[in-house]
């Protein structure tokens, strides 16, 4: 599986940023994916996961209430809408694929990351 990752950008505090990241081959609903996302200075950190059927999904407390992970199959792309957006967020988000978990561990193929910068 690739991965492919967009939407990252620059906004000011209280803004929203929608990622995609649009996944090649047939097997992309087999796979749990999420997003994970590194800060500068600072180790990649777990955002958001969604199940393969996507009836599961499971959030960092930092982001609860404000990113919403969904997918879309049919088309081979995963979202994170991100709202109420503070400087803390930014960071180099990353989406993954593999198994359901939290850790890096658990996704064997990742995109490229995009650039999120949240200005105060």
């Known amino acids: 599986v690739q991965l492919q990752a967009s939407g990252g950008g620059l906004v000011q505090a209280g803004g929203s940023l929608r990622l995609s990241c649009t996944a090649s081959g047939r097997t992309f609903s087999r796979y749990s994916t999420g997003w994970f996302r590194q800060a500068p200075g600072k180790e990649r950190e777990f955002v958001a996961c969604?199940?393969?059927?996507?009836?599961?999904?499971e959030y960092t407390e930092s982001v609860k209430g404000r990113f919403t992970i969904s997918r879309d199959n049919a088309k081979n792309t995963l979202y994170l809408q991100m709202n109420s957006l503070k400087p803390e967020d930014t960071a180099v988000y990353y989406c993954a694929a593999g198994n359901w978990g939290t850790d890096l561990k658990s996704y064997a193929y990742w995109g490229q990351g995009t650039l999120v910068t949240v200005s105060s």
């Open positions: 969604i199940s393969g059927t996507g009836t599961s999904t």
